[in-house]
């Protein structure tokens, strides 16, 4: 089996910066692709980026398309997602996922088989 755990959330004002990590265990997904998504307190879980197994493609949601970045380094089998110019509304626990399927529909949630247990981002004004 394989694990998930996100780290580096927490608390920043508005206009700073954080960057999360997902560090993998139990196997390699080196040949996976991986996607972050958050959700907020009463609202549906959004997609936010994904990177294919390669980091040849990225993709991003409009919403934080030139602020935040996903990256990986399949050798420290881990995952990256920097943020910068945090909103408020970016606010929300952001999950970690892998696809080992490599399906193209990167956007869905139903398309990831691993899952973190979440790490939150509060922004503050």
């Known amino acids: 089996q394989g694990q998930l755990v996100e780290s580096g959330g927490g608390l920043v004002q508005a206009g700073g910066s954080l960057r999360l990590s997902c560090a993998a265990s139990?196997?390699?997904?080196?040949?996976?692709?991986m996607g972050w998504f958050r959700q907020a307190p009463g609202k549906e879980q959004e997609f936010v980026a994904a990177?294919?197994?390669?980091?040849?493609?990225?993709y991003y949601t409009d919403p934080v398309k030139g602020r935040f970045t996903i990256s990986r380094d399949n050798a420290k089998n881990t995952v990256y997602l920097q943020m910068n110019s945090l909103k408020v509304e970016d606010t929300a626990v952001y999950y970690c996922?892998?696809?080992?399927?490599?399906?193209?529909?990167?956007?869905?949630?139903?398309?990831?088989?691993?899952w973190g247990q979440g790490t939150q981002v509060t922004v503050s004004s």
């Open positions: 139990g196997r390699t997904f080196s040949w996976y692709n």
């Open positions: 996922a892998a696809d080992a399927h490599l399906s193209p529909r990167y956007y869905s949630p139903g398309e990831y088989d691993y």
């Open positions: 990177i294919r197994w390669s980091g040849d493609s990225t």
